[in-house]
């Protein structure tokens, strides 16, 4: 059974640019939520979604979004990037709704450079 | 103030010992993870717990809803375990909170 895949796994932006970030979920996992890590601020809630709805978002700019389409995977967007930006993005899966008994699956992140 | 908080922040053992890694948590939770961070960046889950202890192989870890409190323990530590231990909670309303982890390194 597949893991959690992210694509791209290391990219490098501008100051100004966009960034899509993709997330496929483990077959049957109706659940994906994304992370932000950095060196300074350690791991990050940014949002959660289940069967295609929003659950819940972090403390974070509305610069940063996300959608989840039918088939369950997601993208996350982040515009006009500034150079905080710059981290590990990390997607994550479970079976179910949050909250749930479910175990959460992590992908391996997508590595973000903003220069 | 981080609505969780872990200590130590580094620790290094021998292999073979005993450790134990705990966390502390300010907020209400529905559901407490122990997670495990390699270089590279992936993070596994080791356990998600809401009450009470849970053990698979070496691993075991506890909560105390009471105390607000959790450890993580490893019995006979092994260099493979060396990595980044992160606790996180999940509150009733669905808001994920991190620890800032705990760097362990198992010298052979």
């Known amino acids: 059974k597949a893991g959690v895949t992210q694509t791209p796994r290391y990219l490098i932006k501008t100051r100004g640019q966009q960034v899509t970030l993709s997330c496929s979920p483990i077959s049957g996992h109706r659940s994906v939520s994304w992370y932000q890590q950095t060196p300074g601020q350690g791991l990050q809630f940014l949002f959660e979604y289940f069967s295609e709805t929003q659950r819940n978002k972090g403390n974070f700019p509305g610069r940063f979004s996300g959608r989840q389409f039918s088939n369950s995977r997601s993208e996350m967007n982040v515009s006009t990037l500034e150079l905080g930006d710059s981290a590990l993005y990390l997607c994550?899966?479970?079976?179910?709704?949050?909250?749930?008994?479910?175990?959460?699956?992590f992908g391996e992140g997508s590595w973000l450079t903003v220069v | 103030k981080n609505e969780v908080e872990q200590s130590p922040q580094n620790l290094t053992a021998q292999e073979g010992e005993f450790i134990t890694i705990n966390c502390s948590y300010s907020?209400?939770?529905?559901?407490l993870h122990w997670l495990q961070q390699h270089p590279g960046g992936g993070i596994v889950s080791l356990f998600m717990?809401?009450?009470g202890k849970k053990k698979h192989g070496r691993l075991i870890a506890t909560i105390n809803i009471q105390e607000k409190h959790s450890s993580l323990h490893i019995t006979a530590s092994h260099p493979r375990d060396s990595a980044v231990y992160i606790c996180?909670?999940?509150?009733?309303?669905?808001?994920?909170?991190f620890g800032t982890g705990t760097s362990l390194t198992v010298i052979p």
């Open positions: 996180a909670v999940r509150s009733p309303g669905n808001q994920f909170y």
């Open positions: 717990l809401s009450s």
């Open positions: 994550a899966s479970s079976l179910g709704a949050s909250g749930g008994g479910n175990t959460i699956y």
């Open positions: 907020v209400g939770i529905s559901a």
